[in-house]
């Protein structure tokens, strides 16, 4: 009997301190995952599970995997018996199976040469996906997922984590350095095979950058120097944007930013609840915090990145990768 009241007890504890439902959670939704071949599988599954506020949960994966990619082959197993055994997701053999069985879909794969392939059934049966990043492996991929989401009229976006990094509001809005005239954002620089150099890490530093400075970039430049790899955008109104991949062993802020009146930069650590917590409103309500033209002039940004770099630093125009 004690045993019983003491379990009662807790569970009776665990309602009334269970984290309130925010008020876009309306409904109970089971996730699908599609690809299973980096860390963000096991820590998103554990994520939404931590939120049951957020009324979902990943049930079901299709492993996928590159095997030319020895990032996506030497992890695509172990990250899938890992959800499996841990958090109970079932195993299926297709994405044609997956999409049976789910409401809303995480297209995990870390090679983004298939997104577009993997997609395709996703936006057909009408179910709302985020699309980890790289969107895609070239910008031609990026642009016809945008073009398939409008023809389908199925909503997705796609993002790095950092955008959704605490300091990035602040620094967006009210930076306090008076009129902003440049902004820096950085991450590791590494690169991945079969992908232009920065969409692999360097896009975790464009999209802080874009998160902050917003679209019109007209040209950028590209150049290593004292082993950093510096990507400078030249925007419409006259400031400028910087991807900054570090140094081996440098360490920089992941935002800088410099005005008129002084300079500023992020100050906290980041990690996934907050682009979590995105893709979970997104799911529920269909609104992508992204723009997809936004995302798509990031892979511009990302593409004249490489242009410049094979001119050997010479100004890459977007215009000219919009033709």
């Known amino acids: 009997m004690r045993t019983c009241a003491f379990v009662l007890a807790l569970t009776v504890a665990a309602a009334v301190f269970a984290a309130p439902s925010p008020p876009w959670a309306t409904k109970d939704l089971k996730i699908g995952i599609i690809g299973t071949d980096t860390s963000h599988v096991p820590a998103f599954t554990q994520q939404f599970q931590t939120h049951p506020e957020w009324r979902m949960k990943v049930v079901a994966a299709f492993k996928g995997g590159s095997p030319d990619l020895p990032t996506s082959a030497d992890r695509v197993e172990g990250f899938a018996k890992t959800i499996h055994d841990k958090y109970g997701v079932e195993i299926v ?26 997609v395709t059934p996703v936006f057909k049966a009408g179910k709302r996906v985020f699309i980890d990043k790289p969107l895609a492996a070239s910008l031609e991929d990026a642009r016809k997922i945008v073009q398939l989401s409008k023809e389908t009229g199925t909503p997705f976006f796609s993002s790095s984590s950092y955008r959704f990094h605490s300091d ?71 400031r400028i944007g910087v991807y900054y991949g570090p140094a ?68 890459a125009p977007l215009a000219e990768l919009r033709q």
């Open 168 to 238: 990035i509001p602040r620094l967006r809005d009210n930076p306090g350095v008076g009129k902003v005239t440049k902004v820096q954002a950085s991450s590791p620089f590494s690169k991945l095979e079969f992908h232009p150099d920065l969409y692999f890490y360097g896009i975790h530093g464009v999209e802080a950058l874009y998160a902050v400075m917003g679209r019109g970039c007209v040209s950028v430049s590209r150049k290593s120097e004292n082993g950093a790899d510096i990507t400078t955008g030249q925007w419409k109104d006259g």
């Open 93 to 118: 053999g297709s994405i044609e199976e997956l999409l049976q069985k789910v409401d809303v879909v995480l297209l995990e794969s870390v090679d983004g040469r298939p997104h577009l392939a993997q």
């Open 248 to 315: 081996k062993g440098e360490k920089v802020p992941m935002v800088r930013i410099w005005g008129t009146d002084g300079t500023t930069e992020s100050k906290q650590s980041g990690g996934y609840e907050g682009l979590d917590r995105a893709i979970a409103e997104f799911f529920q309500t269909g609104r992508p915090p992204v723009d997809p033209a936004e995302t798509l002039e990031i892979f511009e940004f990302m593409t004249a990145a490489q242009l410049s770099k094979a001119r050997g630093g010479a100004p």
